[in-house]
């Protein structure tokens, strides 16, 4: 990375230059884990700086909104790193970096990537399919909440020990498995209720998704794994 930027035009200033090589010095000292999840934030941070531009509403609703009643199948995966309100995107953002780099770290960055972008995905869907079982609540939607109650789920699994704080009460350590469940208590109740105050529905899947990948998805991911590489070897 070093001699990338070395490489740089002279017209490049030599602040600029001297800044990225501290910057690349400090990401290169991460770990892999941290590196995937700070990206991934870095993304939808990108994505919440583009809603506050006016000119791009009319972009951005039609691609980074998820309406069931658009025929538009790829804002489920891309809705998912969109907010456009700030405490949406600086709610996700802490829980995706505080539950996000431990479980990166211990499935490998390959695996959590595919793990959070199928979480993201499989809850829009979950959402879309559903919705027209009320169809007061077939409503566009947005955020990386899906995508962020299965790392929720996945920590559970991994962590059953572990405690987390709320944020109004940080000196009150709740265990996990008791938080995570009473989430999906209240996110079954207003699926069941038909609560409008959030996308119960996405909450829902994206954390039992997290839970049964957990339990069943990192051996078939195990063993996709070692078909590519016997299929590599064997082309070789």
Partial sequence: ???RIARLPDWVPYELKRTAVAF?????????????VYTIAAVNAVVFGMWQIPRLLPFMTRSFLHNPSSGLS??????????????HFAFNSIALVSFGIPVANAMGVEQFTAFYLSAGVLSSLASHLLAPLRPALILPSLGASGAVYGVL????????????????????PISISHAFTALLA???AGAV???KTFGHIAHLS???????????GTDYWKSLVNKVISYRQSTK
């Fill in 1 to 3: 990375m070093v001699r």
């Fill in 24 to 36: 690349s010095g400090t990401w290169y000292q991460l770990s892999r884990g941290e590196r995937c």
């Fill in 74 to 87: 790829y804002t489920m995966l891309t809705s998912s790193f969109s907010h456009s309100e700030l405490w």
């Fill in 153 to 172: 789920g996945a920590t559970m699994m991994m962590f059953p020990n572990s405690h987390v704080a709320l944020i109004f009460l940080p000196f009150i």
């Fill in 186 to 188: 209240y996110d079954f």
């Fill in 193 to 195: 209720l038909g609560w």
């Fill in 206 to 216: 994206g954390g039992l998704y997290g839970v049964g990948y957990l339990k069943y």
